[in-house]
Every structure is written in structure tokens, then in C-alpha cells.
């Protein structure tokens, strides 16, 4: 038998930052403001940094974890402890994440994350564009071991044991094109890129009136959402996905729990789920110690077994 700690490392067990920086411009979707960003190569063990350049250099850093997240009404947006504030950081952290990306430094000269066409597919096109380069850390990981669910308002989202990272998402918008739709997917480079990444954020006509006229959604279009009226798609150019709304979420979902601050190796079922539940769950996961072991991916991988039938031995 073969001990584990004698096999070589791969590619796979170590963290991974960009091999270049790359940059994009245009407007964030909620604020409306536009701002260029700039992703760029960070240290290991640094995980996703953002860095506001146009307020006080001192008061920039905001760091991306899930006790950061201040606020998660129509996006989610991260704060440092000076009140400065990033939006609608799901996107690019889903496209970091999934493409293996676990440290990076995000330099932007405004408050939101440009929504560029409402979908990770640019981000997940510039990553593979500058390329990655392997740092001398291991991955982390945190591997579930006991169920674990939030419940609010008839909407949830759950993590259960499971080798893999597994996603699957359940929406419903009754009356409406959308209607009843779920998707999974096994967390992958290759899978996010084809199936999750183009998938366009969407909105209801008569939610966006009501957002709009409270001074929200000030940059969506339809060049950077999908909008649905009743049984219409306001979108002359159609759908990417016949589920294009569900994968949308599921994305949404990859973001939102990439700001553990480590792969969750375990299922995540969102049923009707959100922003604001992702959080509320990622903080019951950090609070309950008993639901997870936190290890290397590496680790995780080798026990998985043991621990989804020995946890206590971990
Ligand atoms: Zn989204």
C-alpha cells in the first residue's frame, strides 16, 4: 500500500496565482459608476485581495472572505473595517476559483466589479489568456462531514458529505419564462468554462422598475442582463442555455462560496437560494466546527473516506 505522503505533489495539490495581470474596464451593474480593474499575481496564502486606488491608500485593502460580505441585497459586497466597500464580486471570484486561481490581488478605481456582459466568460477568458503559475503552498480545503442547512422564507441552501466539489441549484419563478429549473455540475475548469461561465445574470421587468426606482440596478441593460417579462425575453438575441437562469445561479453560488477562503469539498444544494443565504451559510460552516474539518486538498483527497466515516478520527 502506498502512503501518501510519499507520492509526489502534483500540480493539483498546490496553490495557484496568475502568471500575468490582466485588465478590464465599464460600469459595475448596481452603482452604475464605471471602474477599471486590474487583476493581478499575489503570494501564496494571501487569497483574493481587492484594493480600492482611489480612496486613501491606507484605507484600500478589502479583503474577500466570507466575513467580510456586509452586504448581499442584489449582490455581494465586501468591506474592510473604514466603511470601504466592493460590489458584485461573485462573478470574478467564481471565475478565479473555478479556474484554479486561489491568490490575487484585484486593483480597481471604483466601488463595483465592471458587470461586463452579466456573465464570468471575459474573466474566465483573460485567466486563460495571462495563464497560471503553481506557488510552493498547499491548497486548503475544507472537507464537510455532517449535514449543514440555513432555511429562510421556503428558500435554503445545504451542504452535505461528498468526495467532490458538487453544485446543484433548484429556482422557480412561477409564471414567468423561467418557471421550474435546476442544474448541477461537478466543480471543474473545463466544465465551468463551457457550461457555467457565459450564463448572463437576469432580472424580472417588474423587479428592475421597482430597483430603479429606488435608485438601484443603475447600470443593467440588456447588454448586461437578461430581461424577463412575464413569458418574454426582452433579449433579442436569445438565450445562451435553455437553463441559462439556473446556471446563472449556480455560478452565482461558485462565487459566493469561494470567499471560504478554501475548495469545499462536500455538495451545496441551493433551493431558491441566494446571495444572502450562501453567506448566512458560509458562516454557520465557520462557526460550527463540528460540520467540517478544515486540511489540505491534498489530505482531504487521500482521507475523504475516513473522514466521511470516521470524523471524529480527523
Ligand atoms: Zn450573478
Known sequence: ????????????DLQHTLADAFSCIGPGVHTGLSAVMTVMPADADSGYVFFRKDVHPEMGLVPARWHTVTDTQ???????????????????????????????????????????DGSAKCFVDFIEQVGKKAQQRLRQAIVITQPIKIELNGASAMLEPHPSPLFEMHIDFPNTLIGQQHYTTQLGEHTFKQELAPARTFGLTKHIEALKASGLAKGGSLKNALVVDGEKLLNQEGLRFSDEFARHKTLDSIGDLALAGATIIGKFTGYKSGHHLNNLLLRKLMHQNHSSVYTTLRQAQHRWQAIAHYPEAI
Do not use: Q
Open 74 to 116: 442584489l449582490s455581494t459586497t465586501v468591506s474592510n473595517r473604514f466603511g470601504v466597500r466592493v460590489s458584485t464580486v461573485e462573478h470574478l471570484l467564481a471565475a478565479l476559483h473555478a479556474s484554479g486561481i486561489d491568490n490575487a490581488r484585484i486593483v480597481l478605481d471604483g466601488p463595483e466589479v465592471p458587470i461586463m
Open 1 to 12: 500500500m502506498t502512503n501518501h505522503r510519499d507520492e509526489a505533489l502534483t500540480k493539483h
